[in-house]
């Protein structure tokens, strides 16, 4: 969930001089939810403290102190990192905050030694690929207007709960090859959180509040048919809208989400900077937690 405005991402030397770089605090979150709800995306104010309390969260103020621009990098231990929440109010474009806000990111992730990552609509990715980045993978967000007419598995998932953590944390590590057991903790422990495990544990999902949506993510599993089993426990239990990020790869799970009325909302690509290879999705990863999460 990268760049609102593509078109700071352009050109990196001969800008105006930009308001200073801060690190947000909890006072901020308010801030920030405001310019995503401006936006049009789903981020909450739990979304929000997480990427202050966990990762870098940076902005840039007007002589009121307002929020005007923002950007976080959210490292997943020494591996890898994301950069997100790269947004800039109307009237503030074309004056370079987003290209410094992502400068600092960049720096504070590799400084780690962590790779950085990011998942781009088409028209972000041209930009970022200028920047050095590498396409990876491609997924898709879908979406439903809520709850559609799902049969029950045979052998349903039960509802998980805070004492499956270590179990859904070792899934999700084994899929993703990161450690985002501090994510999982903070969906899990939300206000309005399901999450479901599969009868033989190889396999959950989580469905969180979204700001104007449902998300469901992350999903893995060992296969599209427990894939299909979870995403049905999940859409049976949902009365809001949906959405939904899935891999292009997975034909089987788009072809079931149309079925039950989901559409494509917008395609995005996972992106890498110096990587060796391009990203790939794991074979386990049936939907991912959001292009803001990865």
């Known amino acids: ?140 967000r879908w979406q439903s207007s809520g709850q559609g007419d799902v049969a029950i598995a045979a052998e349903p998932p039960r509802l998980a709960d805070a004492s499956d953590i270590d179990r859904i944390a070792s899934l999700d590590r084994s899929a993703t090859g990161l450690d985002r057991r501090f994510l999982l903790e903070s969906f899990l422990f939300r206000a309005g959180t399901r999450a479901w495990l599969s009868a033989d544990t190889r396999g959950f999902v989580i469905a969180r509040e979204g700001r104007r949506a449902t998300q469901i993510g992350p999903l893995v599993a060992s296969g599209a048919g427990q894939a299909i089993v979870l995403l049905g426990a999940a859409l049976a239990a949902s009365k809001q809208p949906v959405f939904l990020d899935v891999p292009t790869s997975r034909r089987e799970i788009a072809a079931w989400l149309e079925r039950q009325g989901f559409h494509r909302q917008r395609p995005f690509f996972r992106m890498s900077l110096g990587a060796a290879h391009p990203p790939v999705v794991g074979e386990r990863s049936f939907a991912l937690a959001g292009p803001e999460f990865g």
């Open 1 to 140: 969930m990268v760049l609102s405005e593509v078109q700071e991402a352009r050109t990196l030397t001969g800008l105006r001089e930009v308001p200073r770089i801060e690190a947000l605090t909890l006072g901020d979150v308010e801030g920030g939810l405001a310019l995503s709800d401006a936006a049009g995306w789903n981020q909450t104010a739990d979304d929000w403290a997480l990427f202050i309390q966990h990762g870098r969260a940076l902005g840039c103020r007007d002589a009121a102190g307002g929020l005007v621009a923002t950007a976080a990098a959210l490292p997943y231990g020494a591996e890898a990192g994301w950069i997100s929440m790269v947004l800039v109010a109307e009237g503030w474009r074309h004056r370079g905050l987003a290209s410094a806000l992502m400068r600092e990111c960049l720096a504070h992730l590799q400084a780690a030694g962590a790779l950085p990552l990011l998942d781009a609509t088409p028209a972000g990715a041209a930009v970022y690929r200028s920047l050095g980045f590498a396409s990876g993978f491609g997924f898709e």
